[in-house]
């Protein structure tokens, strides 16, 4: 069976998996709300469902049309909204948000405050460290050609991205690929490249000891 908190929120319809927690002042199941100008779908949305054992905690927000996997964790304050896929044995860390229409693979870890933006592809045991932003629009909300254009980054299986790091719009991080803290990445990584730096550029290749295999 699930266990809700008295003050917890989960609509109805969500689909709740074997253990699952849904803890103090968390919500699950909420529909969007979204301004005129959005250009999110505004399709109707399925309810959202919780694999076995995955854990929302306090004042975490999972929205409708959402499939989290088993043995999730959504940190404290996180924040994952509508029409994202999340794989088995991820973390969302505190404060983190995961936009819409967004796939995050098993085993990756999203820490505190870090923004995946709407679009965006993350594969498996991918490394997101706290405060790392990404983006998806190179026009930042001006012109309509904007709509057709707007993608997320897409970061490939065991790739890291360090603290506070910036991908622009559409970048492919490389499989096993290393952005160092602070970098900004304007343009694709190549697989096993370290990037560092504004701009980020390649310093060199990450060693055999770090691979995953």
Do not use: W
């Amino acid at each position: 069976m699930a266990e809700i908190h008295p003050t917890a929120i989960v609509y109805p319809g969500t689909v709740l998996g074997e253990g699952v927690q849904v803890l103090e002042y968390a919500v699950v199941g909420k529909q969007p709300s979204l301004s005129p100008r959005s250009t999110a779908s505004r399709e109707p949305l399925p309810p959202a469902e919780l694999g076995d054992g995955t854990i929302v905690s306090t004042g975490a927000v999972v929205f409708a049309g959402t499939r989290v996997g088993a043995r999730v964790i959504v940190g404290d304050q996180a924040c994952v909204r509508e029409r994202c896929v999340v794989g088995d044995d991820v973390v969302v860390g505190r404060g983190s948000l995961v936009e819409n229409d967004t796939t995050i693979g098993a085993l990756t870890k999203i820490q505190a405050h870090a923004y995946i933006t709407a679009y965006s592809v993350l594969e498996e045991e991918v490394f997101i460290a706290p405060c790392v932003a990404t983006t998806n629009d190179n026009f930042m909300g001006r012109t309509e050609r904007r709509h057709e254009l707007i993608k997320g980054p897409t970061i490939r299986r065991g790739a890291r991205v360090g603290g506070a790091a910036v991908l622009c719009p559409g970048v492919e991080i490389g499989e096993e690929a290393f952005v160092g803290a602070g970098a900004v990445v304007i343009r694709d990584v190549p697989p096993r490249a370290v990037v560092v730096g504004n701009p980020a550029r390649q310093i060199r290749e990450v060693p055999e000891d770090e691979l995953l295999g």
